[in-house]
T-cell receptor, first 120, second 116 residues
Framework: AQKITQTQPGMFVQEKEAVTLDCTYDTSDPSYGLFWYKQPSSGEMIFLIYQGSYDQQNATEGRYSLNFQKARKSANLVISASQLGDSAMYFCAMREGYRYSTDSWGKLQFGAGTQVVVTP | DTGVSQDPRHKITKRGQNVTFRCDPISEHNRLYWYRQTLGQGPEFLTYFQNEAQLEKSRLLSDRFSAERPKGSFSTLEIQRTEQGDSAMYLC??????????????FGPGTRLTVL
């Protein structure tokens, strides 16, 4: 079963506008972490933001914020004031079981990604 | 401060040949991960190490794949008898190894493998 679902294969956004990238996840584990990565055309995965399942507040990192709705199992990424350099693939990922299992909390499970193109 | 490095960046090989990739993690990172990414998909977990110990190996990984991290520093990923289906980007990541959810993985630039 797909653990991470990103339903938007591609999006266009105008420079300086905000964009929301959807991510839903599936887990029965009460302990998990959610990550967003950016992958430009060069190929390197760049870490953007992290949200833990027990975190009370939504994570923010500069122009990135995470809209975490635990009951809905969604962790949408919001990019404010888009820039041309934000054009890239964006991946949502999850790591399960970090609190109780030292063996299973290593791997990340990724969604299929959303391609964002920022236009002038 | 150097990030994760991978070598080579590109590899073209013929079907049936063996290939080996190297990954150098961020210094003092105890954990090292290998992922594979095919076109249009997200990375797929292959295996990871805590220091020199290989803690998990994906069930999707055939026995033609082997990974080592002999001294807990760099790691190698070898693919024997390559097949066209092995063509992909092979990504390496490392993390400090914190006992909690905030243990962020930092990725290298990847090795793109093309099997002819």
């Amino acid at each position: 079963a797909q653990k991470i679902t990103q339903t938007q294969p591609g999006m266009f956004v105008q420079e300086k506008e905000a964009v929301t990238l959807d991510c839903t996840y599936d887990t029965s584990d009460p302990s998990y972490g959610l990550f967003w990565y950016k992958q430009p055309s060069s190929g390197e995965m760049i870490f953007l933001i992290y949200q833990g399942s027990y975190d009370q507040q939504n994570a923010t990192e500069g122009r990135y914020s995470l809209n975490f709705q635990k009951a809905r199992k969604s962790a949408n990424l919001v990019i404010s004031a888009s820039q041309l350099g934000d054009s890239a693939m964006y991946f949502c990922a999850m790591r399960e079981g970090y609190r109780y299992s030292t063996d299973s909390w290593g791997k990340l499970q990724f969604g299929a990604g959303t391609q964002v193109v920022v236009t002038p | 401060d150097t990030g994760v490095s991978q070598d080579p960046r590109h590899k073209i090989t013929k079907r049936g040949q063996n290939v080996t990739f190297r990954c150098d993690p961020i210094s003092e990172h105890n954990r090292l991960y290998w992922y594979r990414q095919t076109l249009g998909q997200g990375p797929e977990f292959l295996t990871y190490f805590q220091n020199e110990a290989q803690l998990e190996k994906s069930r999707l990984l055939s026995d033609r794949f082997s990974a080592e991290r002999p001294k807990g520093s760099f790691s190698t990923l070898e693919i024997q008898r390559t097949e066209q289906g092995d063509s992909a980007m092979y990504l390496c990541a490392s993390s400090i190894g914190l006992a909690g959810g905030t243990d962020t993985q930092y990725f290298g630039p990847g090795t793109r493998l093309t099997v002819l």
